[in-house]
């Protein structure tokens, strides 16, 4: 079966560095990846996804890699900031029915030290 | 704005009484998903609607069923509720097609006592 990891549950690092998460994943080659930030008692928030052909994106100081021979994803955030602090997950495309099914991973918590 | 809406955001239930949750989107997407998120772990897809098939997951246990009376509303009912369907359950919609984004709501936390 699929199988998502995220690289550590939890993240801490100080204002203004780059954080890198990482999502790796077995068992599947999916089309695309998507990362997405969750805060705390709300739902997820759609960030960025990534087709399998691409093997970078950019928004704004967000960037995501796909390396689909490593089976793995790393999302970076540059200049990091306090509001930053959030859970940020990793899902594959699933795409079965035509809708666009999603398998999660467990995601990381960032926390932003000022 | 466009957006997806739950309600209640708390429910509290006690063991063995139904419930129903409920989900209105005004994307007007023709895909909605129910998925359930304890703590600290992956949301995990129930179920979704693809306009209005419904299309269940092989896991997802028999006391949970779902209904989409049209394009803007679903709703997630959970027939017996036991101690271990305490969770988050969010809803998110989307568009057809493959390489679409999923609007989440704001969950509903449910409670089992």
């Known amino acids: 079966s699929q199988k998502i990891e995220q690289n550590s549950e939890a993240l801490n690092i100080q204002e203004g560095k780059t954080a890198t998460l990482t999502c790796n994943y077995t068992?599947?080659?999916?089309?695309?990846l998507q990362w997405y930030r969750q805060d705390p008692g709300r739902g997820p928030v759609f960030l960025l996804l990534?087709?399998?052909?691409?093997k970078e994106k950019r928004k704004e100081r967000l960037k995501v890699t796909f390396d689909t021979t490593l089976k793995q994803s790393l999302f970076h955030i540059t200049a990091s900031q306090p509001a930053d602090s959030a859970t940020y997950l990793c899902a594959l495309d699933r795409s079965e029915t035509g809708a666009n099914n999603l398998f999660f991973g467990t995601g990381t918590r960032l926390t932003v030290i000022p | 704005d466009a957006m997806v809406i739950q309600n209640p955001r708390y429910q509290v239930t006690q063991f063995g009484k139904p419930v129903t949750l409920s989900c209105s989107q005004t994307l007007n997407h023709n895909v909605m998903y129910w998925y359930q998120q304890k703590s600290s772990q992956a949301p995990k897809l129930l179920f979704h609607?693809?306009?209005?098939?419904?299309?269940n997951e092989a896991d997802t246990p028999d006391n949970f069923q779902s209904r989409r009376p049209n394009t803007s509303f679903c709703f997630l009912d959970i027939r017996s509720p036991g101690l271990g369907d305490a969770a988050m359950y969010l809803c998110?919609?989307?568009?057809?097609?493959?390489?679409?984004?999923?609007?989440f709501g704001p969950g509903t936390r449910l409670t089992v006592l």
């Open positions: 609607y693809y306009d209005k098939d419904f299309n």
């Open positions: 068992n599947y080659s999916p089309a695309y």
């Open positions: 998110a919609t989307s568009r057809s097609g493959g390489y679409n984004e999923q609007f």
């Open positions: 990534i087709r399998e052909n691409e």
